[in-house]
């Protein structure tokens, strides 16, 4: 009898994980394809794709399990589960992109899986959602070995116990204190997953829409000229915060510009008003949250506690976002 419940028409069971730098999606992939094959027997591939090594840049991992030989190496276009580690990557990213009518989808997030499906329109399949960053929190893990165990609950042709046997040996040996608290953050994120089965409608097909490249050879303007160069505009990098963000409270701000000078991404609003002696002067007035990562370095150097680390929720970063107004951008 075959120990995979399902396998596309090469006989693979495919599971794609989307992700950002720093939120461990590549380990998740390698451990996850370890406890298969150990585990399980099966055979399995893994690899991870994704552009310069840094924090914040998108990442997939893509694990491959058949029970004959895996000769494919291609990205997986068409997978049976899509593990999404950070949920604003909806925001930039075709995440459900090719996922089967009858696939699963588990999302790290503290919504409900109606509101998943809705705010982002998956027709059917299976939505798993779990507060993976509130459970890593915690347990002072990363969310990968949360998601690691919603992703072992949905798909339960797969043991647990190989994932927690994994977990030790590669923790074991340079950190073995991380190796209790993340066998406790997989079995969190194994028994806190909530899921919801919508039904697919009959003869629904997985449907991949290989992306484009907004540039190529045809496209690009004569003296290849780049139109979004690093943080321009157009970038929103909400996704690449993982969790928390920084608060500012304008009573306690001096408008030293501390802040200003340490944030790579030029986050930080001012405005010029007169001061109590009527001399021009700028002001901080808050912070355009679509250009920040996260990254906590103005928090750091604020002298007086104007800006703190706070635990991002739903809709903060909307509701206190001071946008700027950036001259190109409003003509
Ligand atoms: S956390 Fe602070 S320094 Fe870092 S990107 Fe955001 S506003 Fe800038
Ligand atoms: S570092 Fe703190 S006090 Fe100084 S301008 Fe920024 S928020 Fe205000």
Known sequence: MSKLPIKNELGFFEIRLESIGGLGAH?????????GVLGLGLNGAHFSSYGSEKKGSPVKSFIRFGEGEIRASSPIERPH???????????TIDVANGLYPDGVIVVNTTKTPDEIRERFNIKSGTVAVVDALGISVEEKTRVNTAMLGAIFRVASFLDPESMRNVIRQTFEEKYPKLVDSNIRTFDRGFNEVQFKTYEAEEGAVAEYVRPKSALGYETQPIGGVIINPGNSILKDLSSSRQGFLPAFEQEKCINCA????????????WEEKEDKKGRPQMFLQGIDYQYCKGCMKCVAVC????????REVDGYADEHRVPHQFVLASN
């Open 303 to 310: 002298p007086t506690g104007a800006l703190t680390k706070v």
């Open 81 to 91: 589960i899509v593990g999404v580690f950070h949920e604003n990557l909806f925001k």
């Open 258 to 269: 501390n802040c200003d000078f340490a944030c790579p991404d030029l986050c930080f609003v």
């Open 27 to 35: 380990l998740a992939g390698k451990m996850l394809a370890e406890a």
